[in-house]
């Protein structure tokens, strides 16, 4: 692919931004700086710098946040910054959209791509890709409470009960739960259904895939191969 195609892909700019950045010398392929925009190199495992900063080349953009509280996954946010202001300006200009929602003041795993059908598939109910949440509750949590979010409970709006695909207790006051479905506010609604309150609320993982040691705020590419731990199934 031509050099000033493959900064284009990654979202370098405009096409003629990405040619401009080859004709200053921006650019360095293979640890050589190369000024030719029409120059071709094959972009499997291809890593490149701009500006001294090293970029790897994707055809499809698949990137792991650990997000703070404080933070909105919209474009536009109202409140509160949006998550893609953690990212750096090639991703935010290649338009990733997040994989599902996180509430301003819960934090953790959140995935970003670019890739359509990879976000249908992890956004899609039939396809059961369990999300753990690390709930920290109001009140004591008892047995009971943990059989009813296994069994179903009704939620407000919806007359069909939703069920927990695992949930234990993890301290006086705290949950690991597991869900497959993605409703609206689902595990504090599902809290509030067995009389209880979330106060704070963190994604660990979804499928096998985990946060790892990524700090809060940082971001990570998850690797091809990484793909097969978040748990895509057809229902």
Known sequence: MRLAQILFSQGFGTRRECAGLVYS???EVEGRVVDDPDADFPTDGLV?????????????????????????????????????????????????????RLDEDTTGFLLLTDDGTLLHKLTSPKHHVPKIY?????????EGQVQRMLAGVVLDDDPSPVRAAACEATGERSLRLTLTEGKYHQVKRMAAAVSNRVEQLHRS????????????????WVEAQEQAALGLKAG
Request: aromatic letters at 8%; proline letters at 11%.
């Open 205 to 220: 993982a979804m499928g096998s895939l985990t946060l790892g040691e990524l700090a809060p705020g940082k971001w990570r």
């Open 134 to 142: 690390e709930v920290t509750l109001k009140h004591p949590v008892d």
């Open 48 to 100: 490149f710098r701009v500006r001294g900063e090293p970029w790897r080349y994707f055809e499809k953009a698949l990137v792991l946040l650990h997000k703070p509280a404080g933070y909105e996954c919209s474009m536009k946010p109202k409140h509160h910054p949006s998550v893609m202001s953690l990212l750096p300006l090639p991703l935010r200009t290649r338009g990733l959209q997040p994989v599902g």
């Open 25 to 27: 010398e921006l650019v």
